[in-house]
């Protein structure tokens, strides 16, 4: 099994910024993607972006030019830095780490990030 713990969710206001930290732990895969998703209350969850062990990344539309995602292989933590943030970034953010070949995939508990107008 994988064990995934989120932090760094918080109120913050319009236009600033915040980092979000997964830390991945247990089972490893050959080749694993680490990435965000977020769901805001009434709404489907959302792809947010994702990071591969092999290094490329990709973003959803929504946060494009605004959010960066990294990874610290080493202790197997994905960063998500938020910038400009709006209100409707507001969302419950969750990370996930699949197993590209199986695609077995594993979600986190969920961090909360409210943006304030």
């Known amino acids: 099994q994988v064990q995934l713990v989120e932090s760094g969710g918080r109120l913050v206001q319009a236009g600033g910024s915040l980092r979000l930290s997964c830390a991945a732990s247990g089972r490893t895969f050959n080749r694993e993607v680490m990435g965000w998703f977020r769901q805001a209350p009434g709404k489907e969850r959302e792809f947010v972006a994702a990071?591969?062990?092999?290094?490329?990344?990709t973003y959803g539309d929504s946060v494009k030019g605004r959010f960066t995602i990294s990874r610290d292989a080493v202790t197997r933590t994905v960063f998500l830095q938020m910038a400009s943030l709006k209100p409707e970034d507001t969302a419950l953010y969750y990370c996930s780490l699949r197993d590209v070949q199986r695609g077995d995939a594993f979600w986190g508990q969920g961090t909360q990030v409210t943006v304030s107008s």
């Open positions: 990071i591969f062990s092999t290094g490329g990344s």
